[in-house]
């Protein structure tokens, strides 16, 4: 166990650091599960926890790249380790304890034999190109979940598709904990901002503009219905260069699109050797008020 000499987050490597750690915790606590490489997106969710617990709360945020997740060929070893910079963003916002455990601490005797079936919505968009990426991803929070035991966690609605099947695991496994969804930070221009960003060139990267363009055309078309929008969206990707690996319009909860009301819009692509996702919010069939 590390205590930050600058008065950062206390930072725990093993269970054990961590059961004593939360021992005293008489107040609510929550959770921001991390694989670190943190940016401005992750300090949005560290604050949307610290508003939900208050000042007395008990704020925790875990640092681990989760090897389960990734899939053959996938991008585990390129993924960025940022820690001493993570330590310092978790300071500046506040976090309490930072929960840093190896992949030993997280799977004593490697892959656990019982894990998380995540069930037909796993099926879809990401899980279509990332077989038993969201198994991966459900074990890992359920584990988080045993380990710290938090009132509340936070998850960004950028993987809109994670933050669903995580609120539904907690739900059809009674896991009783409060999933909270925070709103996608994106750069000035739009771009949504993600750990894999650093890997685009300048003129990728300009190309990448394209993913956000075409939510907000689609988002701007809603009013005309889901043919329209996906058309939109679909326009912009063109004219940009950009093929989606899928560009998917669903109900919020990744249901069939309804034909008015509530939906959210989809898109992944590859830009150079980058994947990336965005997602947006889209009225179907009713005008957008003025903003
Ligand atoms: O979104 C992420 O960073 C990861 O998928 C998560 C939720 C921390 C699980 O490893």
Same mark, same amino acid.
Request: glycine share 10%.
């Given at each position: 166990?590390?205590?930050?000499?600058?008065?950062?987050?206390?930072?725990?490597?093993?269970?054990?650091?961590?059961?004593?750690?939360?021992?005293?915790?008489?107040?609510?606590? !929550?959770?921001?599960?991390?694989?670190?490489?943190?940016?401005?997106?992750?300090?949005?969710?560290?604050?949307?926890?610290?508003?939900?617990?208050?000042?007395?709360?008990?704020?925790?945020?875990?640092?681990?790249?989760?090897?389960?997740?990734?899939? !053959?060929?996938? #991008?585990?070893?390129?993924?960025?380790?940022?820690?001493?910079?993570?330590?310092?963003?978790?300071?500046?916002?506040?976090?309490?304890?930072?929960? *840093?455990?190896?992949?030993?601490?997280?799977?004593?005797?490697?892959?656990?034999?019982?894990?998380?079936? /995540?069930?037909?919505?796993?099926?879809?968009?990401?899980?279509?190109?990332?077989?038993?990426?969201?198994?991966? *991803?459900?074990?890992? *929070?359920?584990?988080?979940?045993?380990?710290?035991?938090? #009132?509340?966690?936070?998850?960004?609605?950028?993987?809109?598709?994670? @933050?669903?099947?995580?609120?539904?695991?907690?739900?059809? @496994?009674?896991?009783?904990?409060?999933?909270?969804?925070?709103?996608?930070?994106?750069?000035?221009?739009? @771009?949504?901002?993600?750990?894999?960003?650093?890997? @685009?060139?300048?003129?990728?990267? !300009?190309?990448?503009?394209?993913?956000?363009?075409?939510?907000?055309?689609?988002? #701007?078309?809603?009013?005309?219905?889901?043919?329209?929008?996906?058309?939109?969206?679909?326009?912009?990707?063109?004219?940009?260069?950009?093929?989606?690996?899928?560009? !998917?319009?669903?109900?919020?909860?990744?249901?069939?699109? /309804?034909?008015?009301?509530?939906?959210?819009?989809?898109?992944?692509?590859?830009?150079?050797?980058?994947?990336?996702?965005?997602?947006?919010?889209?009225?179907?069939?009713?005008?957008?008020?003025?903003?």
């Amino acid at each position: 166990m590390t205590a930050s000499p600058s008065g950062g987050p206390l930072v725990v490597r093993t269970r054990a650091e961590l059961a004593e750690a939360l021992l005293a915790a008489s107040s609510a606590v !929550a959770l921001v599960p991390t694989m670190g490489a943190l940016h401005e997106g992750h300090a949005s969710l560290l604050d949307h926890a610290r508003g939900v617990v208050g000042p007395e709360g008990r704020l925790v945020a875990s640092i681990f790249v989760n090897p389960m997740q990734f899939g !053959a060929g996938e #991008d585990l070893d390129r993924y960025p380790r940022t820690l001493d910079s993570d330590l310092e963003r978790c300071a500046a916002h506040g976090v309490d304890v930072a929960f *840093v455990p190896t992949v030993d601490e997280v799977y004593p005797g490697g892959e656990p034999e019982v894990s998380v079936e /995540p069930g037909p919505r796993a099926l879809l968009l990401e899980g279509a190109s990332r077989p038993g990426h969201f198994r991966g *991803v459900l074990t890992v *929070v359920a584990k988080l979940f045993g380990l710290v035991r938090p #009132d509340v966690a936070v998850f960004g609605e950028k993987d809109y598709q994670q @933050l669903v099947l995580i609120r539904r695991m907690t739900r059809d @496994l009674c896991l009783g904990i409060e999933v909270q969804g925070a709103p996608t930070v994106r750069d000035p221009d739009g @771009l949504a901002l993600s750990s894999r960003n650093r890997f @685009l060139s300048a003129p990728e990267r !300009a190309r990448a503009l394209a993913l956000s363009g075409a939510l907000a055309a689609g988002r #701007d078309a809603g009013a005309h219905g889901g043919a329209a929008t996906l058309d939109a969206a679909r326009a912009v990707l063109a004219a940009g260069g950009v093929e989606p690996d899928y560009l !998917a319009l669903t109900g919020p909860d990744l249901e069939e699109a /309804p034909s008015a009301g509530d939906a959210r819009l989809l898109v992944a692509a590859r830009v150079g050797a980058t994947r990336l996702i965005d997602n947006t919010a889209v009225r179907l069939g009713t005008p957008r008020a003025p903003d």
